[in-house]
């Protein structure tokens, strides 16, 4: 190599520079020596694509250092590297074939290597712009672009929209390797497939869908891929992959505790295949089914995990993954402090500089913040800001989201606007046939908990039972598969919107069945362990039904449930909560 064509040492050397790092410093991250990467910077040395790599991650290069490494003698086929005027044996013409064949190959493992990297660390822009460069380098190989569009893929999606390009290049690579029996396309054509089952999933209405295909083709086809994966384990990369988008994929179609079996499937294939992608992919996807199926303490320890991969990828992307996730558990907790310093706080900015620098759906982050922002008022009573603010537009917004119709009407009654709350619960039901058209899991889940929050606030007030008559058979009858020790998660994540075995109660108490919604209570006990905002909340219910059941020592209960709620929604600052413990304990003092 001669020091004019030294493109990677020159940039190498300016990087260092601007971080601040002498070579001696550099050489001790990437673990060589001085003299050697001295060598590197003055073009006297060839870097090998690993050092290249270490580099990249520790001037926070986004790939352009992978990218500008000179390719691996070794890794070049011998007519490469024999060079101009050595042809190598083979007949005339031949050698120049294969040389042009290998430049192209070469090139567009550069450009998928700069992608990967680029995904790695966040900068998805970056990462989508090398992929579809490597797609375009690929042509008439489709092999080789089916790796380009399953790169593509991965990026985010608008929540709940279908992204249709994407559903175009892969049909299209599907299509292009009919045919090929090859192993190698045969394990393409299920990753592919997997892609194809979670795009197709997105879907959260008709509105959304990919015309006449809706989410139930989407875990049809996931069902498919993955009664089609070889149990063997052999490629790792294709077992996570598939594992990865069919969980998702079948995400609103199957219980939280088959989800958590292939989580943690997914987690153990991503130890054996050391990818940092789809490390990060199996813990995220683990705290999430955790949560869910009410393991909170289990979550928290793989939280720990995910923020030492945040850590060490510094992928932007994932940092914002793991605050999202400090403050779900901070909400979830009572840390209202700790977590408004987030979502009120430094989010914000932090949405700003995403948006502006990676190529992800700032919609994805908007949500996110929104949802943690509307959580954290609920939570302290102060959701009459909500309505003083943007962030009721913004709920209005995303009403083709299904959590955010529940979430609004939840708002109006918390402020006192029932009947508005009412007429938005009754037309919700009215266009979802009595709720009938909602999935059978993931996102109908925490969207009939909101909803039972609803039916409550509108059974405390009073004058409302027409309306409950109208919607509470619904409600309970889709919600009656999740009774039990499960915790409805909003978003992925974003926020715990509380048990399901405590829903289930409130609807019981809406109908005027206070001892069946006892029954309810005593299983909600569980998962209301592990959080005093959720306990607090779950004695005042129970008070309120045992003050419908006649019994020796159901009145005294009763109180003491109304003091212990009262005492922690005062130390807690849940005002909102005390607002509705004080009143019920002046009448129980009085009788």
């Not at 031949?94 to 680029?118: I, K, N, P, T, V």
């Not at 092999?143 to 290049?169: C, F, K, N, T, Y």
């Not at 490629?235 to 994929?249: M, N, Q, S």
């Not at 292939?262 to 199996?282: C, I, M, N, P, T």
């Amino acid at each position: 190599m001669t020091i004019e064509h030294n493109a990677f040492g020159t940039e190498l050397r300016r990087r260092r520079i601007a971080a601040g790092l002498s070579l001696g410093e550099l050489a001790r991250k990437v673990h060589c020596s001085r003299s050697f990467l001295s060598r590197v910077e003055t073009g006297l040395r060839r870097a090998s694509v690993e050092l290249a790599q270490l580099c990249d991650q520790v001037l926070d290069a986004k790939g352009a250092l992978t990218g500008l490494a000179p390719p691996s003698l070794d890794s070049l086929p011998k007519a490469v590297r024999s060079g101009p005027g050595r042809r190598a044996a083979g007949p005339a013409g031949g050698s120049e074939r294969r040389s042009a064949e290998a430049q192209r190959r070469h090139e567009f493992d550069r450009l998928l290597r700069r992608g990967d990297l680029s995904h790695t660390t966040g900068d998805m822009r970056e990462a989508d712009r090398h992929y579809r460069a490597a797609h375009r380098s690929a042509e008439g190989d489709p092999r080789a672009r089916a790796e380009a569009v399953i790169r593509m893929a991965r990026r985010w999606s608008d929540p709940g929209q279908v992204d249709h390009a994407l559903l175009h290049l892969i049909r299209d690579s599907l299509a292009a390797l009919q045919g090929d029996g090859g192993a190698e396309a045969a394990g393409l054509r299920l990753r592919l497939t997997a892609h194809l089952a979670k795009k197709v999933s997105m879907a959260v209405s008709e509105d959304t869908a990919a015309g006449r295909t809706g989410p139930e083709e989407g875990a049809r086809l996931a069902d498919d891929a993955l009664s089609r994966l070889p149990k063997d384990g052999r490629d790792d990369e294709v077992r996570c992959e598939v594992l990865t988008e069919c969980r998702w994929a079948r995400y609103d179609f199957t219980p939280a505790a088959d989800a958590l079996s292939l989580s943690q499937q997914l987690h153990d294939a991503a130890v054996r295949h050391d990818s940092a992608y789809f490390r990060g992919e199996a813990l995220m996807a683990l705290v999430i089914d955790q949560l869910r199926t009410g393991r909170v303490y289990s979550a928290m320890a793989t939280a720990s995990q995910y923020r030492k991969y945040a850590a060490d990828t510094r992928s932007a992307l994932a940092i914002w993954q793991r605050h999202t996730l400090d403050a779900l558990l901070d909400l979830w907790h009572g840390r209202f402090e700790g977590a408004a310093d987030w979502i009120l706080g430094e989010s914000p900015k932090y949405i700003e500089r995403l948006r502006a620098d990676l190529a992800v759906p700032a919609d994805n982050l908007r949500q996110t913040r929104l949802g943690q922002a509307f959580w954290l008022l609920r939570e302290q009573g102060r959701m009459a800001e909500l309505f003083a603010s943007d962030l009721a537009e913004d709920v209005e917004r995303h009403g083709y989201f299904p959590i955010w119709r529940a979430g609004l009407a939840l708002a109006l009654c918390e402020t006192g606007q029932h009947a508005e709350g009412a007429d938005l619960l009754v037309g919700f039901a009215a266009d979802t046939a009595a709720f009938s058209r909602f999935p059978p899991s993931g996102w109908a889940v925490p969207t009939l908990v909101v909803l039972a929050e609803v039916c409550a606030a509108l059974d405390v007030q009073g004058g409302y039972e027409a309306q409950l008559r109208e919607v509470l058979p619904g409600l309970r009858e889709r919600l009656a598969p999740h009774d039990g020790q499960q915790i409805a998660l909003a978003g992925w994540p974003t926020v715990l919107v509380g048990s399901t075995a405590r829903a289930c109660g409130l609807l019981a108490l809406a109908a005027g069945e206070p001892e069946t919604a006892l029954a309810h209570f005593r299983q909600a006990a569980v998962p209301a362990r592990s959080s005093q905002p959720e306990l607090a909340r779950l004695r005042l219910a129970r008070a309120r039904a045992l003050r419908g059941v006649a019994g020796p020592g159901n009145a005294a209960l009763a109180q003491r449930l109304l003091e212990e709620a009262l005492r922690s929604a005062e130390a807690y600052g849940m005002s909102g909560l005390a607002a509705q413990c004080r009143p019920l304990l002046e009448t129980t003092d009085r009788t």
